[in-house]
Each structure stands twice: as structure tokens, then as C-alpha cells.
């Protein structure tokens, strides 16, 4: 097993604990403001959102790409699949950061409102979200253009055959990796036509030339960007890293800044005279936490961008390979953000405590009473077997 193989098995094996413990871990978290009527409230509503999106990355985007990994890069989950593996994420991604907005605007206008705030109701909570998931959605819908499958062309015996050729005959040559399913099937059992060399990949996967006339190759199924028009990845990634990160964060920034600053004046002013801060603890306390995972977010979604406007701008696509670093860390990173925001409220919140201990306690219980049970049952046979 080489070395690369290691690593692959190695970041499969840690992506699917973690996209484990996230699933879990969100579903807790929905499970506890369910049956908490306490938390039936519009920030509730909103954490809800989030670990709905956390939910359906870590319980459908990470396994569908999981299993493309162990699959090697020969794609076996068909075009919808490479369609809802490639922008499932970035939809995910939207939604939460989305939620992060209306839940800043929310807590500022709640905060600096006092008591004559016009605090959101639940139904228009409830229509944030819907408007929420339509632009994420919006935002996300280029990469389902973008990604499809494609028939690859693959060297039988690569070692045998390839040959260094120069940078001027690759850019002069013609891509013939964008075959329809259709074509591949005609073009696998034909010749190479003459003066039209083979490019293995396809999008922004490294080209490599072969010679003319060359037959020793077969066709491999692939999930990819390609045929799409000239300057699209970069202008889309640049987009999506600006009006799905960069502004973002601005704007939750700027909402946080406002009501710690606002916070910091009316305790500083109260202080002097005497008083109490118009500002509750608890919901201090909340405003820690939503800014807590804010951060973490941040910081976990940082390397997913940085490295998909480097393959998209550059056109170094590596996410075909399981054991390349870049790759692997801007997964990871991913991954850990659906199992942060569980931690966090835990941290920050009593009642997501309690919830924790009670789940976890009833669980226990339950296993307690049915071992009880067992060694009484098994007890009670034995002292029948011997008086008979």
C-alpha cells in the first residue's frame, strides 16, 4: 500500500466519525428545542436552521462524497449524484451563513431596541428561512450546470506509454475528454483519430498528452467540471467567495460590533450611577454564543474557499484525489464545523446542557432497567430449573 493510499484511508476514515458525531450531534440539538417549550422562540427557530443545514451536509453531501473516494475516482452515483455531491456544500454553506445574517439583525434589533424593539415574530421567521434557502439554493444552482459526468479516457499502462510532451503542443492541442455517454461508447471502439491526441481528466484536472494512433487506454466514468464556456470558474468562484463569505461576515460583523458596543456604553453609564445594565445576562450570554460560532464557522469554511477559488482561478482541481493535503484539509475543516455548533451551545447554554444530560440520562437508564431485568428473568429460571 503506498503512501497516498495510507492517507486516503486515513481522511475516509476521519471524515466519516466526524460526519457521524455531526449528524448525531444536530439532531440532538433540533430534538432538545422540540420538546423544550422554553426555547420556542425566533432565535431557537434559527439555530434549528442551522443545524438543519449542518444535518443535511453532514448526513447527505459527506457520505455521497465519501463513497466517491472509496469508489477512487470512478464515479458510480450517476449525474444526479455528481450534481448533488458538487453543490449540495455550497448550499449548505449559503443557508448557515444566511442564518447568521437575519440572526445578527435579529439580536441587534432586539438589543438596541430596548423595549420599544420590533422584535421579529415567529411567522416571519419562518419566512426569512424560506427566503433564506431560495437564495442559497440561487446560489448554488451554477455549480449543477457546471458539474456533470463525463467519460474519462484512462492509459492501461501509463508508465509504459506516457512521454513528457511540451507546453506548447498541450495548449495547441483539442480537449477530447468532453465525450457524452453516447459518443464514448463509439469512440472506445475506434481508433484514435490521426492528429487528435488523448487528454486525460477532464475540466480542471491536469492534461496529459499521448501519442498518435494510441489504442492501449479504456474509458472511466467521471464527475467533473467541463464544456462550459470560457472564464466561468473563475468568475464564479470569485462571486461565490464574495457574496457567500466575504460580505457576509462583513455585515454579522458589523451587527455584532454595534450591540457589544452598545452593551459596553449603557453598563459603563449604568455603572457610574449606580445601576443595572438594561441588558439581560442571559442575553449576553446568547449574543457569546451566536458570536462564538460565528467565529468558528468562519475559521472552518476559510479553507473550503481559499482552496476553491485557488482550483477554480488556478485550475488546479485536485478534489478528485483523496490523499492530496490541500484537499484533505479543506474537508476536514468542513466537516468540523457540523459537529462545532452542538459543542458550543453546550458551552454557552444551561438549558442545551440539561437537554444533553436528560437525553444521555434516559439512555442509560433505559439500558440499566433492561440489564436489570435480564439478570432478573435469567435468575428466576435458574431457581425454577432446580426446585423441579
Not at 109 to 138: D, P
Not at 321 to 347: C, E, Q, R, W
Amino acid at each position: 500500500m503506498s503512501a497516498n493510499e495510507e492517507v486516503s484511508i486515513g481522511v475516509i476514515v476521519l471524515l466519516s466519525v466526524i460526519a457521524f458525531l455531526g449528524f448525531i450531534g444536530n439532531i440532538l440539538v433540533c430534538y432538545i428545542i422540540a420538546f423544550t417549550p422554553k426555547m420556542r422562540n425566533v432565535t431557537s427557530l434559527f439555530i434549528v436552521n442551522l443545524a438543519v443545514c449542518d444535518i443535511l451536509y453532514s448526513g447527505l453531501s459527506m457520505p455521497l462524497k465519501l463513497i466517491s473516494m472509496v469508489n477512487n475516482q470512478q464515479w458510480t452515483l450517476g449525474n444526479a449524484g455528481c450534481k448533488i455531491v458538487m453543490s449540495s456544500p455550497l448550499c449548505c454553506i449559503a443557508s448557515s451563513i444566511y442564518t447568521m445574517i437575519v440572526i445578527a439583525h435579529e439580536r441587534r434589533v432586539v438589543i438596541l431596541g430596548g423595549l420599544n424593539n420590533n422584535s421579529m415574530t415567529m411567522r416571519q421567521a419562518k419566512i426569512a428561512i424560506v427566503i433564506i434557502w431560495i437564495t442559497s439554493l440561487a446560489v448554488s444552482a451554477p455549480q449543477m450546470y457546471e458539474y456533470s459526468t463525463y467519460e474519462k479516457i484512462v492509459l492501461n499502462n501509463p508508465l509504459e506509454h506516457v512521454s513528457q510532451s511540451s507546453s506548447d503542443e498541450t495548449m495547441n492541442n483539442t480537449m477530447w475528454d468532453n465525450l457524452t455517454e453516447s459518443d464514448a461508447g463509439g469512440a472506445a471502439n475506434e481508433e484514435i483519430p490521426e492528429n487528435k491526441p488523448l487528454i486525460i481528466g477532464g475540466g480542471s484536472s491536469e492534461e496529459i498528452i499521448l501519442p498518435e494512433n494510441f489504442t492501449d487506454y479504456h474509458f472511466e466514468t467521471s464527475c467533473g467540471s467541463h464544456g462550459i464556456p470560457d472564464m466561468f470558474e473563475e468568475v464564479y468562484s470569485i462571486c461565490i467567495f464574495v457574496i457567500g463569505y466575504l460580505i457576509p461576515l462583513i455585515i454579522i460583523s458589523v451587527n455584532y460590533i454595534l450591540i457589544v458596543r452598545y452593551i459596553w456604553k449603557t453598563s459603563h453609564a449604568l455603572t457610574k450611577e449606580g445601576g443595572t445594565s438594561a441588558v439581560s445576562k442571559n442575553k449576553v450570554k446568547i449574543i457569546k454564543m451566536m458570536m462564538t460560532v460565528v467565529v468558528v464557522f468562519a475559521v472552518c469554511w476559510a479553507p473550503f474557499f481559499a482552496l476553491f477559488v485557488r482550483e477554480e482561478v488556478l485550475g488546479q482541481d485536485n478534489s478528485g484525489d483523496s490523499g492530496s493535503v490541500f484537499h484533505s484539509i479543506k474537508l476536514t475543516f468542513a466537516a468540523l464545523s457540523t459537529i462545532s455548533n452542538p459543542i458550543i451551545y453546550a458551552m454557552f447554554n444551561k438549558t442545551f446542557r440539561e437537554g444533553y444530560r436528560r437525553i444521555f440520562h434516559c439512555k442509560l437508564g433505559r439500558a440499566n432497567r433492561v440489564e436489570t431485568t435480564g439478570e432478573g428473568a435469567s435468575i428466576t429460571l435458574s431457581a425454577q430449573g432446580s426446585t423441579s
